[in-house]
Each structure stands twice: as C-alpha cells, then as structure tokens.
C-alpha cells in the first residue's frame, strides 16, 4: 500500500508539472489524428501529378505576363486580328486600330499592361475557380499536395481570412468574365476581314474562333454559373426555362477542369499565331481573300 501510495504520488506530481499550453495545431496535425512519423505510406509516384500540374500552371502565367508587358506584335492590321491578351485596347499607347471601343484612356507607363482593364478580373476568376482551387492548393501550396499525404502546414484556417476570403467573390468574377467573353466574340467576329476590306476569312479566324467557344464554355460550366441557374428555385416545374439552362450547364460542368486546361492552351495558341503573323513571322492562310 505504501508503494502504491507512492506511485499515485509521482503520477500526481507528472500531471501537474505537465506544461498548460494549449496544442493549437489544426488538420492532420491536431491532437485527434493518428500520430504517423512517416509523411505518407503511399509507395507509388504520388507527387507526380501535383509536379506536373505546377510546371504547366507556371509555364502559363511565365507566358502570359511576359506577353503581356511586351506591347509588340498583338495586333495584325490586314486582318483585324487581335489577340485576348491585349483585349480590350483602351489607351493611347495601343497601336491604331486595335481600339476596337475606343481609347478613354491616356498613354500607360510601360510597368501597366495594356490589357489592365480585365486582366485583373480575369485572374480573380481563374484563381476563385473551384477547380483552380484544387490545382494549385495542391501543387502550389501542397495543402495537401496528395490523398493520404499529409500537408507540411501547423495550421488550417480554411477560406475564412485574407487572402483566402477573396476565394467567396467567385461570383462577382464571373460576371465580368461573362463581359469579357463577349468582348472576345466581338473581337473573332470583327476579324472576319479582308486585307482590302469587305469580307475575309483565314486560318487566323478558325483560331480566334476556336478559342472564343471554348472559352465560353470555360465560363458557362463555372459552378456559380450553375448555381444561378437553378439555385434558390424550390420547383424546377414551374421554371422551366431555367430548369433547361441549367441542365445544360450541368452537362458542362463534369467537363470543368478539362475546360479549364483547354483554355489555358488555346489562349496561349490564339497568342502565338496572332504574334506571328503580326510580326510577318508567318503569313496567316487565306480561305477568302
């Protein structure tokens, strides 16, 4: 009984010289998760797709800031080519021409892109994407860079503080995206241009048009473009209009994320070709003179 008398003491005195500070780890490091030293168990290449999903995510962004700072070769006269990148042209600093809704605006710093009207807008939606969400947590911030991998950050505070709260303006977003893709048809329509004037048709149209529809179904198959379309309505019978758009969008947005990688690619190829043709690098094919 003494020795056990003992005993209860030593754990008594352990307990209470244990430290009272809190544990305010959060995720997979928080008290409640399994304690695991190794970062993963997963013996195959998990970190492949996140590696690759970054490269093709910087390839892009190193691409279309260095385009877009140039201020050369985005605009092909003859034919009325002008590439997204710099769409719309509102300054004096644009070449003529390429002023498709005029030029309210004076000669820009060379440090402020041409395009600075929607580029920001558009960015702002391609980062609040739900799908470029998932792409660059992982790849980027590696959190969690894989299933079953945990993430090397302490602490999680999910979307609920700055800058990640801006995640919640997807939706403002998109409505600005909506009057840039239309910016955008109006620019691949008026490209159909002959270089004597009247009517002309070329390679340079399939690009600028391709590249419209898709990106217009990049923009229709956005989440919260699905949700205006039938969110908040508590009978899809008595809506029906709004019950086939959303259908519709619905059908789209399984097709999100390859939309979403397939516009990245055709912006950098709509880009590309009006750069070379532009910079009499190439002569763009002529179907209708």
């Keep these: 009984m ?3 008398a003992h005993l209860q003491s030593s754990e008594a005195s352990t ?8 544990d ?3 995720g997979v490091f928080s008290r409640t998760r399994a304690r695991i030293a190794a970062r993963t168990l997963r013996t195959d290449r998990w970190w492949l797709p996140p590696a690759l999903t970054a490269l093709g995510l910087t390839a892009f ?3 279309a800031t260095v385009r877009s700072y140039v201020r050369t070769a985005y605009w092909v006269p003859e034919y009325h080519y002008l590439t997204p990148f710099y769409s719309p042209c509102l300054s004096d600093s644009c070449v003529p021409g390429s002023s498709h809704f005029g030029t309210p605006f004076p000669e820009l710093p060379m440090w402020i892109p041409l395009g600075f009207v929607v580029l920001p807008f558009l960015l702002g939606f391609r980062l609040t994407c739900y799908y470029y969400r998932k792409a660059y947590y992982r790849s980027m911030w590696m959190s969690p860079p894989a299933c079953a991998v945990a993430e090397p950050h302490a602490r999680y505070s999910g979307e609920t503080r700055l800058p990640l709260i801006i995640q919640n303006a997807h939706r403002y977003f998109f409505y600005v995206a909506v009057v840039v893709s239309l910016i955008n048809t109006y620019d691949a329509l008026s490209a159909f241009h002959g270089s004597g004037g009247g009517f002309g048709f070329g390679l340079g149209n399939v690009v600028l048009l391709v590249n419209v529809v898709l990106l217009w179904a990049y923009t229709l198959s956005c989440h919260s473009c699905r949700h205006i379309a039938g969110g908040r309505l508590k009978h899809f019978s008595a809506h029906p209009v709004r019950y086939w758009f959303w259908t519709q969008v619905s059908k789209l947005n399984t097709r999100h994320m390859a939309l979403a990688w397939t516009t990245l690619g055709t912006l950098v190829l709509t880009d590309f070709y009006v750069m070379l043709v532009a910079s009499h690098t190439i002569s763009d094919l002529r179907f209708v003179h």
Excluded: L, N
Aim: charged content about 5%; overall charge positive.
């Design 24 to 26: 305010t780890r959060t």
């Design 15 to 22: 307990v209470s010289a244990a430290p009272t500070t809190p």
């Design 2 to 4: 003494i020795a056990a």
């Design 61 to 63: 962004v190193v691409y």
